[in-house]
C-alpha cells in the first residue's frame, strides 16, 4: 500500500463531486428575476461552488491531507465529502448525496483504469484542478489556493518512479476492487456491462514511450538483435501522439478526468450484485475496525482544517436534489438497501457500546489518562468535536 495515494484520490473524487454539483445545478438554475426564494440562480451555483472549493483546498485542510499516510475506510473518506458538500447553502438528503458518491467513485474508478500508464493518474488530477479553476476563475483568492495544491502535487510528486506510481495505481485499485454500481451513462456508451464490471478496450493509443504491440525482438548474449518475430496483438492500436504537461500550466492531452457532464444528459446510477456483495461492500463499515480510533483521529485532524461556512441570518439552506424528481428521490432513501445507508456524521459512541462488546473496547481507548481532565476525557472530547462539525 502506498502512502501518497490518499491526496490522488481525495482531489480526484472531489473533483467529480463538483462536476456533478454544477450539472444539477445548472440543470435546475432558473433566471435571477424569475426564482422564488426556494430556487436555485446562476448566483447561487456560483456561490456553492466558491464556498466547497474554498473549503476543500483549505491551507492546514492540505497539509493534513498532504503527510504521508495510508487510505482509511470508505466510510471515514465518505464523511468528508458528505461535509464537503454541505460547506454552503446546499443541502442534500440522505438518497442524493447515496447517488452523488456513487457516482463519484465510479467515475474515479473508470479512469484508473483507462489510465494508460500509472504515472497518467497524476494527469488525471491535473484535469480535474484544471477544470475546478475554470469554475473560480472570478475569485482570486480561491484560485491562488488550487495553484498552491497544484505547486504541491508538482513537488511531492513529480519526482516519483514509475514503480511508485504503479504502487499508488494498485492501492486505488484495490480502494475500488468491491464498488460495481451500475451508471446508465456508462451502460449507454456500452463501457460498462449490467452487472457494474467495466469493459476495458483493446485498440487506442499506447502509453507514451512504448512501441506498438507484434513485434518481438530476440538478442544474443552480446546484446545484438538477431531475429525478429511478427504476431497479431488483435486490437487497432496506435502511437501515443505525445506526453501531456506535468506543469502547472500546459496541455495534459490525456481526456480522463476531464468534466464528461459538460454534455448535459441524466445520470443515473442502479445497484447491482447478489446481497452478498453489497454486504462485502460495507462490511468494514459495520464490523469493528481496529483502526477505528485512528480512523477518528484522522478525520478529527482533517476536519479540524475544514473552514466550514454557516449561512449567515435567517437565509435557509437550498435543497438539491440529484434526482429526476422528489418522488424518485424520496423511492430511492425507501429502496436503499439498509446496510448501505451511512450514518457517518454523527457518532454515537452510546448505541457503538451496546452493539458490540468489541467496539466498546475501542471507545473507552479514548480515555486517555496522561494529561487529565477535570471533567471531560480526550476522548470524549474528539467524539464531542466530530458531533459539532
Not at 495505481?169 to 460498462?192: A, G, P
Not at 448535459?264 to 459495520?286: C, D, F, Y
Not at 475496525?289 to 437565509?315: Q, Y
Request: net charge negative.
Amino acid at each position: 500500500m502506498s502512502v501518497r495515494t490518499l491526496p490522488l484520490l481525495f482531489l480526484n473524487l472531489g473533483g467529480e463531486m463538483l462536476y456533478i454539483l454544477d450539472q444539477r445545478l445548472r440543470a435546475q438554475n432558473i433566471p435571477g428575476d424569475k426564482a422564488r426564494k426556494d430556487e436555485w440562480t446562476e448566483v447561487d451555483r456560483k456561490r456553492v461552488l466558491n464556498d466547497i472549493i474554498s473549503t476543500m483546498f483549505n491551507r492546514k485542510f492540505m497539509e493534513e491531507l498532504f503527510k504521508p499516510q495510508e487510505l482509511y475506510s470508505k466510510k471515514a473518506l465518505r464523511t468528508i465529502y458528505e461535509r464537503l458538500a454541505h460547506a454552503s447553502i446546499m443541502k442534500l438528503n440522505q438518497a442524493s448525496m447515496d447517488k452523488l458518491y456513487d457516482l463519484m467513485t465510479m467515475a474515479f474508478k473508470y479512469q484508473v483504469l483507462l489510465c494508460p500508464r500509472p504515472k497518467d493518474v497524476l494527469l488525471v488530477t491535473f484535469n480535474h484542478l484544471d477544470t475546478i479553476k475554470g469554475f473560480i476563475r472570478d475569485s482570486p483568492t480561491i484560485l491562488q489556493q488550487v495553484d498552491e495544491t497544484f505547486r504541491q502535487l508538482i513537488e511531492i510528486y513529480g519526482g516519483l518512479s514509475a514503480g511508485e506510481f504503479q504502487l499508488i495505481r494498485q492501492t486505488l485499485l484495490i480502494f475500488f476492487q468491491d464498488l460495481h454500481i451500475r451508471v446508465s451513462m456508462f451502460l449507454k456508451d456500452k463501457v460498462q456491462n449490467n452487472n457494474g464490471r467495466f469493459v476495458l478496450p483493446v485498440s487506442g493509443p499506447v502509453p507514451c514511450g512504448t512501441e506498438l504491440p507484434g513485434l518481438i525482438r530476440m538478442f544474443n548474449n552480446k546484446g545484438e538483435e538477431v531475429k525478429r518475430i511478427e504476431f497479431k496483438h488483435g486490437g487497432n492500436y496506435v502511437c501515443a501522439p505525445k506526453e501531456g504537461s506535468f506543469e502547472l500550466y500546459g496541455e495534459r492531452v490525456l481526456k480522463l478526468g476531464t468534466n464528461m457532464y459538460s454534455v448535459n444528459r441524466p445520470v443515473e446510477t442502479h445497484m447491482s450484485g447478489s446481497s452478498k456483495n453489497l454486504a462485502s461492500w460495507t462490511q468494514e463499515s459495520i464490523a469493528p475496525n481496529p483502526l477505528a480510533k485512528e480512523e477518528l483521529n484522522f478525520l478529527a485532524r482533517l476536519m479540524g482544517g475544514m473552514e466550514i461556512k454557516k449561512p449567515s441570518g435567517p437565509e435557509p439552506g437550498f435543497r438539491l436534489n440529484l434526482f429526476t424528481s422528489d418522488e424518485e428521490e424520496e423511492q430511492a432513501a425507501l429502496t436503499r438497501p439498509e446496510e448501505l445507508s451511512y450514518e457517518v456524521i454523527n457518532i454515537q459512541a452510546t448505541q457503538d457500546q451496546q452493539r458490540n462488546e468489541e467496539l466498546a473496547r475501542i471507545m473507552g481507548e479514548f480515555e486517555i489518562t496522561e494529561q487529565p481532565s477535570p471533567s471531560i476525557s480526550k476522548g470524549d472530547d474528539l467524539l464531542a468535536m466530530m458531533d459539532e462539525l
